[in-house]
């Protein structure tokens, strides 16, 4: 049957609520869904006078409008929050939200065999829906995934594919079941008709080959007698080795993997079986595999799969040694386990257990003494010499930073949509020593394993040769992908913060980088800091102090104290909407009024500031913007006016030592060092690598490629002193700039700026 849908808003915008939200005297929880016309967004957005900090949305479910900070409110597309919306539990569902890989990963085709979960077990089933089921009971009608049970499952299903007297699909009588998509697995290929090939694992199968799969998580070995390529998903008739009669078994063609013969010049998954003495005996080229090692596995004919060694070691009823390895693509057979115990953990149908003689190096990583050089533009370091760099190398400044960094192949190589951890590690490390703590503070897991990967295998390479290879930088991913029991780490993008806070808040055990205040309020503790101000039309082109000012002022924020590192984002929604069109650096931010306790100067006479006004933050008259704060004398003189009569200025804390003397009252700044960038879902970096105007560099992991698909990325460095002409270009000129004429790279810098990262050296020392 085909899809089902009915007319939806086209223009309303849905969110999910990240954290819970009380409402009265109840709870709205996380997971929730809500939703709000688009245009109430916009006006919302845009508006001048309204300075509150939440929006007001629809609870889908419940059909009741509440006020939501925007902070705890996270975008979805329709598509999305209608697939997210089948799952009933709202902490079930906000998981696999989080889980950012199952919702890109959805991929349900009418025809297609899956493995499903019921009952707390899985099963395999045959989809025959997909779409809603005309529930009218919410305002956005949830998306299911309607199935056939197979095999075991027969019978118990709970409907024939009606559902509340309305035909959706037909099967046998309790076989059927409408589930959410995070209960479907994609065990198989796309059906036919989605021209996608049906070859099995490791080569064609004919008939008389010997081959191997699986008989409740046994493996058995028998001779293929036919082939029927007629049937949906293709069906391979097995005759089993281990049988006294002539009964022969019908095995999904995706389920069979072919057996190579011993004089099969390609490698396989068999051959002659060597004894475990044999076993560690390996070609010269293998002496680089280990756990962590990068490898290429002959798929099928002509085509590689590319992946991971996850674990070595014996399984039951195999003789040889083998790999569990896990895949860049849904190519494998499991997610890990065998035979129901786990081995190692990866997405489904991205592991798979070869015998390790089967594994070549990954080509695509290796150096000329490795292999045959393919070309003049293959990189200039293998994997072993930027694999282990103990003891402290200083980051790189000046002219040592041109000599070491400057090139191709130079920086930290992209690899599988790693580019926001690859542009923020080079921002953090590259030519900064803010955070070097993180290196050596004890980290807050047992092992440090984590906390020695990232010290030893990318940073200390990346001050000393220059170069992190993707191998180095995957076992990052890997780790990571354990720590949080993320499996999309290792595959899919995610944003640079969400990296930065697990990192440093959950393995390194790192103090958190900012403290901030609010009046009454307990200190609020955090990594990252996100810009949120309402478009104000004089703001055309605002720079990063303006905006920092506007938030604070708007949040009715202070910093309880000076932080080492200061990491902004900046005001956008999602990776879509940016809300200026062009921000300029403030290569120097100067933070003294933000803080809650620190001496500060009177904007009119420049002595002690006494009193702070609020009210006072948008008058023109007397300064463009910023916080506004007056001695008694001046605040008397200033608020004398009628127009400033019903400011209500509030009293500062000022230190005893400041009451007492005259002394020159300091200023707290704190200077730029990196900006993150983001075009199209892809990060770089700028980076300031010396104290002249002009030195600054540009990062990308993936600039270039060699080869197509069994290629490898180029990472690249290259000078931009171009950044510094429009940095000192008056305001008004480059208000006017087309970005589009922009010289080099310097669009990506004032147009697509995402992060900034600053530094106060004088706080480094403490930390």
Same mark, same amino acid.
């Given at each position: ?16 609520? @990240? ?31 309204? *300075? ?6 629809? #609870? ?10 925007? &902070? ?11 697939? @997210? ?30 493995? !499903? ?14 779409? &809603? ?9 949830? #998306? ?84 029927? &390529? ?7 008739? !097995? ?55 990068? !490898? ?24 040889? /040694? ?21 081995? /190692? ?17 990954? *080509? ?35 002219a040592a930073a041109l000599d070491v960094l400057e090139g191709d192949m130079k920086g930290i190589q992209g690899h599988c949509n790693s580019c926001y951890m690859d542009a923020a590690l080079f921002s953090l490390f590259s030519c900064s020593s803010v955070l070097d703590s993180l290196l050596f503070k004890p980290s807050s897991l047992p092992n ?42 290792? *595959? ?28 009454? %309020? ?9 810009? /949120? ?6 703001? *055309?082109?605002? &720079? ?24 902004? %984002? ?18 120097? @931010? ?38 506004? %704060? ?19 200025? #509030? ?93 080099? #790279? ?22």
């Amino acid at each position: 049957m085909a899809e089902v849908s009915r007319e939806v808003d086209d223009f309303l915008m849905y969110f999910i609520l @990240l954290e819970k939200v009380p409402v009265g005297a109840r709870t709205v929880e996380p997971g929730r869904l809500c939703c709000m016309s688009e245009e109430s967004y916009l006006q919302k957005v845009t508006e001048d006078q309204n *300075t509150a900090h939440s929006l007001s949305v629809t #609870v889908i479910e419940e059909n009741a409008m509440i006020d939501v900070d925007v &902070n705890v409110l996270q975008p979805l597309s329709q598509k999305k929050a209608a697939l @997210l919306l089948a799952i009933r539990s709202p902490a079930e569902r906000l998981n696999c939200f989080l889980e950012k890989g199952l919702l890109e990963d959805v991929q349900a085709k009418i025809g297609q065999r899956v493995l !499903v979960e019921h009952e707390q077990k899985l099963y395999p089933a045959l989809i025959h829906f997909v779409g &809603n089921t005309l529930d009218t009971s919410t305002l956005l009608p949830p #998306v299911y995934i309607g199935v056939e049970l197979e095999g075991e499952g027969e019978g118990r299903g709970n409907m024939d594919g009606s559902y509340k007297g309305v035909t959706f699909f037909k099967c046998k009588n309790k076989c059927g079941l409408l589930l959410p998509f995070n209960k479907v697995m994609y065990s198989e290929a796309p059906p036919p008709d989605e021209s996608v090939s049906t070859y099995p694992p490791f080569g064609t199968v004919n008939p008389k080959d010997k081959v191997s799969f699986y008989v409740e998580d046994s493996l058995k070995r028998g001779i293929d007698i036919a082939v029927n &390529n007629q049937a949906a998903a293709g069906i391979v008739e !097995v005759l089993p080795e281990e049988t006294t009669s002539n009964e022969l078994l019908r095995i999904p063609l995706d389920s069979i993997v072919k057996e190579e013969t011993p004089d099969h010049r390609s490698p396989g998954l068999d051959g002659r079986s060597p004894g475990k003495e044999e076993a560690g005996k390996v070609d010269v080229p293998r002496r680089l595999l280990e756990v962590d090692s990068l !490898v290429q596995i002959q798929y099928k004919e002509g085509e590689l799969a590319f992946g991971m060694i996850r674990w070595l070691g014996y399984l039951p009823q195999m003789d040889d /040694f083998m790999a569990g390895v896990e895949l860049e693509e849904d190519k494998g057979l499991t997610d890990g386990s065998w035979c129901g115990h786990r081995y /190692f953990f990866c997405p489904p149908k991205r592991g798979l257990f070869v015998k390790l003689r089967v594994c070549q190096p990954d *080509t695509r990583f290796l150096s000329s003494k490795d292999c045959p050089p393919r070309s003049l533009e293959s990189p200039k370091h293998s994997r072993n010499e930027s694999r282990r760099m103990a003891g402290k190398v200083p980051p790189l400044r000046g002219a040592a930073a041109l000599d070491v960094l400057e090139g191709d192949m130079k920086g930290i190589q992209g690899h599988c949509n790693s580019c926001y951890m690859d542009a923020a590690l080079f921002s953090l490390f590259s030519c900064s020593s803010v955070l070097d703590s993180l290196l050596f503070k004890p980290s807050s897991l047992p092992n440090g394993k984590i906390q020695e990967t990232l010290r030893e295998e990318i940073v200390n390479p990346l001050r000393k040769i220059g170069y992190v290879s993707a191998d180095s930088v995957m076992t990052l991913r890997h780790q990571l992908m354990e720590e949080s029991q993320c499996p999309s780490f290792t *595959t899919s993008e995610k944003d640079p913060e969400e990296f930065l806070t697990l990192i440093m808040h959950r393995i390194l055990g790192a103090d958190p980088l900012l403290k901030l205040q609010s009046e009454g %309020q307990r200190v609020q503790e955090c990594y990252c800091y996100q810009i /949120f101000i309402e478009k104000q039309q004089e703001m *055309t082109v605002p &720079n990063v102090q303006q905006l920092l000012e506007q938030s604070f002022h708007h949040s009715q924020l202070k910093l309880a104290e000076v932080p080492s590192c200061f990491i902004i %984002q900046m005001p956008r929604f999602g990776k879509e909407y940016k809300m200026f069109s062009k921000i300029v650096p403030s290569l120097e @931010l100067d933070v003294t009024d933000l803080l809650s306790d620190s001496p500060r100067e009177c904007v009119v006479c420049g002595n002690l500031a006494t009193h702070e006004c609020a009210a006072c933050f948008k008058d023109v008259i007397l300064s463009d913007h910023g916080l506004k %704060q007056y001695c008694l004398v001046c605040s008397k003189q200033v608020h004398s006016h009628h127009k400033r009569k019903d400011h209500r200025p #509030v009293p500062l804390k000022i230190p005893e030592s400041f009451l007492k003397t005259s002394t020159k009252i300091p200023r707290e700044t704190l200077e730029l060092f990196a900006v993150l960038s983001i075009e199209t879902s892809h990060y770089v970096s700028f980076v300031k690598y010396g104290a002249e105007k002009g030195s600054w560099m540009f990062f990308d992991s993936m600039a270039d490629r060699f080869g197509s698909e069994n290629g490898y990325n180029i990472p690249r460095v290259t000078l931009c002193p171009e950044v510094a002409t429009y940095l000192a270009a008056p305001l008004p000129d480059l208000m006017k700039q087309n970005p589009r004429e922009m010289k080099g #790279v310097a669009k990506r810098l004032f147009c697509d700026a995402y992060m900034y990262m600053y530094q106060s050296k004088r706080m480094a020392l403490y930390k």
